[in-house]
């Protein structure tokens, strides 16, 4: 057991229960650091996300939320998964996640309108904690990406916006 700590819950969407690991709500033209270690307690204000489930005493989570928007277009990805290298990942960092993995065991959820994950081809960066940033662990080449600082400066949300000119607000959240 650990002392206790505050998070950021959602008890609505989906029949609620989620808790927020990532969210990294990033102005336009900035191109914030990623911080890592750090629980988000806002999903409009945060800039941060957690290591690993496993070091703060929770279980693996059953289900994954993925959620991001763009100003660059109106298209919106949001959906869960049960997949268990993407609940691997979150929980101890013990898998590579990609786009056959995010992608598997996929239920749509309300307001989704992006190409991604459907889209997604099967290439992959090595990290195993890419879901989190450092890479580009869903996209269609030169064209759809789910990218947190993806190259150190790339921020994109089913888009190729190539840098960090749009306002992305990409959030992570597990139950």
Not at 1 to 24: E, H, I, K, R
Not at 92 to 99: E, L, M, Q, T
Request: with cysteine; hydrophobic share 30%.
């Amino acid at each position: 057991p650990s002392d206790a700590f505050q998070v950021y819950c959602d008890m609505t969407t989906d029949g609620g229960g989620w808790m927020l690991v990532m969210s990294y709500n990033k102005p336009a033209n900035q191109n914030p650091p990623v911080q890592r270690g750090a629980w988000p307690l806002n999903p409009n204000g945060s800039l941060t996300h957690v290591d690993s489930l496993v070091q703060y005493g929770f279980s693996r989570p059953n289900e994954v939320r993925l959620y991001c928007n763009t100003s660059l277009h109106g298209r919106v990805i949001h959906y869960k998964t049960t997949n268990i290298d993407v609940r691997n990942a979150i929980y101890n960092n013990s898998a590579n996640v990609g786009c056959s993995a995010l992608k598997s065991n996929v239920t749509l959820l309300t307001g989704h309108s992006a190409n991604l994950p459907g889209a997604c081809t099967d290439q992959t960066d090595s990290n195993p904690n890419q879901i989190f940033g450092y890479g580009f662990p869903m996209y269609y080449p030169s064209a759809y990406h789910w990218a947190t600082a993806g190259s150190g400066n790339r921020w994109e949300c089913d888009d190729f916006a190539n840098g960090y000119g749009p306002a992305t607000n990409h959030r992570v959240w597990v139950r």
